[in-house]
Structures are given as C-alpha cells and as structure tokens.
C-alpha cells in the first residue's frame, strides 16, 4: 500500500524540521493498513528509529502472528519494545509505558527521533494522556478476586461488582474487566471511578505528531486474510504448538491474542484446523472494526493519510 507513498511530502518533514530532542511521531492505524512499511520508510528520512506500540508485538513467542518486522528490517533501522515479553507473563499497559519511559531516553542519547509504531488504542492513549494512578494489583489479591467469581457466578458477580461502582460496570461488562475492578476494590477499597478521576501519569512530555493511516475497510479485510493465510505457510501453527506445549494459562494475554486462541482450541482437539482458521479471520475483521471506531472516537491525528 505504502509504495507510491511520497513521504517528505504526507509527513510535512520540510515544515517540521522534527528534533530528537522534543518530538514524538505516532504512526496509528488499523491493522495490516501497512504503518510498519510507511514508518521504516520515515525513520530513514528524519534519522528516527521505530518503537512498537502493539500489545502482541511486545510478545517473544509471537514473531509470526504479530507480523512482527523482519530480521532485515531491525537491522536497517533500531527497533524498540519487539519481542521482549514472555509469554507467561500478564504484561500490562503499565509495565509498557514505564518501558517506554526508559527507551525514549534512550533514543535521546542516540540523538535520533522517536516514532511510536502501532494499532492498540490503549497503548497510544496511555503515550498522549497518561494512566490513572492505580495502584499494582498484588497477585494474591488477584486469585481471591477469581475465587469469588468462580465461587458465586459471573451474573451474581456483576451485581457485586454493580453495587461498588455502577458507573464502570454499566462500560465494562466483561468478565475480565469487572475481574480488575474487583481486585482494585479488594486493595484500596476505593473503585474504579475514583480512580479514573485522578489526574493521569506517565504520559510523554514531548510535542506529539500524531499521524493516522487509514484505508477502505473492506481492502484491510482482504489484506488482513491474506496475511493470516501467508502466516500459518509460513510456520504460524508451530509458533502456536511451542505456547500451548507449556500449557499456558488461558486467561493470560497472549492466549486471548488473534489468532492465537483458536489455533490453541485446534490444539486442544476442540474444533477442526477450518473452523480456527474461520474463527481467527472473523475475530480479526472484527478487530479492524473496533479499531477504526476507536480510531474515529479517541485518537485526534495531527494528519491522516489514506493509503489505496
């Protein structure tokens, strides 16, 4: 998509003169709209380096079905926050943006300037606006909270979770999420609300350049099985053995990831290899579509550039 881009041009590189030293250039977009190729293409025009703002790209385990950047590609151009996290660990936002924090200052000693890379909606959030302030939920505070869930059912324990903080429930339904907001009581006996209304953190403090790559929805669509095809030729079913031979806990990220989660119920002997490949192309589709929503709704791009 990106090869008929003119980049000095669509990233007004001749008026910004982008510094190092104060700014941060954000390439968003769906996924498979092509923001890695469009951004390696800008890195080497204003000596930037890319830094990953996915949530499955940040996994070690997941260099296929993350679409991950070539060996060849790292090598032209640093890359930051790829393929660092291992698979057991419930990584969060938190712990990226903290990350982040120590890498940008690293960049800034190269003296090359930052370019956040990404499609996951929270992630660049928490770049632009920061975090509400909650405190880390301790791991025994966490199993107590699935206790009592597994203990009295998820409609009794929405309704719990209802009379401490209507407000949140009423957005966040789900069982994950109402999971958190329990455990956020249990510690610090105040909810999810009074938390939210706190003033955020951690966000950068360097003038942001927020760019989005958008396209015709149903070309993503085609892309995006197209990859998903080239994937599992190119070895994506083994990468998913490698997860599910350490019988990875299933409520972890990673096993919830596209692709992933219905790869593994193939493993599991629960469907056959067409229905997770099904599965996996219409959770994907579904995907670019809470993306562009989100797109649309929370993210204000300083430019948006429509790839055909």
């Known amino acids: 998509m990106s090869s008929l881009l003119n980049v000095e041009v669509s990233f007004d590189i001749a008026k910004n003169q982008y510094n190092y030293e104060n700014d941060l250039l954000i390439i968003a977009g769906p996924t498979c709209v092509g923001k890695s190729s469009i951004a390696m293409k800008l890195a080497k025009k204003i000596n930037g380096v890319l830094i990953n703002a996915d949530s499955v790209q940040v996994y070690e385990d997941l260099k ?16 930051f926050l790829y393929g660092y996290v291992k698979s057991q660990k ?9 990350r982040l924090s120590k890498v940008l200052l690293d960049v800034d000693k190269l003296k090359k300037t930052a370019i956040l890379v990404g499609g996951s909606g929270l992630y660049l959030n928490a770049v632009i606006n920061g975090l509400a302030p909650i405190p880390r939920i301790r791991e025994e505070i966490k199993k107590e909270s699935l206790l009592k869930l597994n203990e009295i059912g998820i409609d009794s324990f929405k309704e719990l979770n209802f009379k401490i903080d209507p407000k949140f429930v009423l957005k966040n339904p789900d069982k994950h999420r109402l999971l958190r907001l329990y455990g956020v009581f249990l510690q610090t006996k105040k909810n999810m609300t009074f938390w939210y209304e706190k003033p955020r953190q951690g966000g950068t403090k ?17 892309r995006c099985e197209l990859r998903f095809d080239n994937m599992l030729e190119k070895g994506a079913l083994d990468e998913v053995k490698k997860i599910h031979d350490t019988n990875i806990d299933r409520s972890l990220p990673i096993a919830k990831s596209l692709g992933v989660k219905w790869l593994l119920s193939y493993l599991d002997k629960k469907m056959s290899f067409e229905e997770a490949v099904r599965l996996s192309k219409r959770d994907t589709r579904r995907y670019v579509k809470r993306q562009m929503t989100w797109f649309s709704h929370n993210y204000i791009p300083y430019k948006t550039i429509y790839m055909k």
């Open 206 to 222: 360097k003038n942001i350049y927020s760019f989005l790559i958008n396209s015709d929805r149903k070309l993503i669509y085609k």
């Open 64 to 79: 296929l079905l993350s679409a991950r950047p070539s060996e060849e590609d790292m090598q032209q151009i640093p890359h």
């Open 90 to 98: 419930n990584y969060s936002i938190a712990d990226w943006l903290q």
